[in-house]
């Protein structure tokens, strides 16, 4: 997916286990199918899942999740990830990696919850509780989290470029000119709140159909909460989409940034994983067909 891309083999991930954690040395190692970006996965054992960055960039995610998942998870009212043990770099492998908890559930299919008001109202609880812990020493914007939770601003030149490249995929025009309205909205000036940053289907765990756990914490920050209003159109419609917004008590300005956060996803996702990832691909692509929809 990524031209800097660093793939751990299956082999090369039992040999550090075996290497750094020899007590876990004899659990099997199988590779985990993700449509992740970041991270490769694999499932060590029944209870326990390995985190490897797959790019330079994804480095700064293993501290920041080691540090802050433990002191958040309390607090939240869904299951997280929990870390367990951090792996060192050695001469095969450049970078720090995790063991976390093995999260059970399955991966939210694209569309399978958009109807859902219990799921709305699950993860705009979620997102409430977050927003609601003590952000002050919390990580703000910047490169570890793709200036997640900046003002939208920041995204304006990638917008642009992804316009371009955008071009017979989908209305261009309409799309240049919903980014221009959200960029004229009012910018958050409140105290910066904790963001997942990340709230695709792919990132939520369903049981027995309902919402069970929010997973992939590396674009986690503080800053504008527009940016974790991400669900309202990647994952919501219609009336699912109001009662999440009411839930979570959404001015109007909030609310124009968090459709240009949306938009701006998906416009930078489609064109670079269009050819990669099809599973990011269909969710930018139904992004942004929600956000037009929601904007006319």
Known sequence: MHADELLASPSLVQRLIRTQFPEWGHLPVKPVASSGTDNAIFRLGDTMAMRLPRRPSAVVQVEKEQEWLPQLAPKLPLRIPEPLARGEPDAEYPWPWSVVSWMEGDEADVGSLAASRDAALALAGFIGALQAID??????????????GAALSRRTAAVQRALERCEGLIDVEAAEACWQRALAAPTWTKAPVWLHGDLLPTNLLTKHGSLHAVIDFGMLGVGDPACDLLPAWAIFEGEARTVFRDALDVDDATWVRGRGWALSWGLIAL????????????????TIRAVLTDDA
């Open 135 to 148: 952000s002050s020493q919390g990580p703000p914007p910047g490169e570890h989290n793709s200036y997640r």
């Open 271 to 286: 064109p670079y994983y269009i050819e990669t990832n099809r599973v990011l691909a269909e969710v930018a692509q139904q």
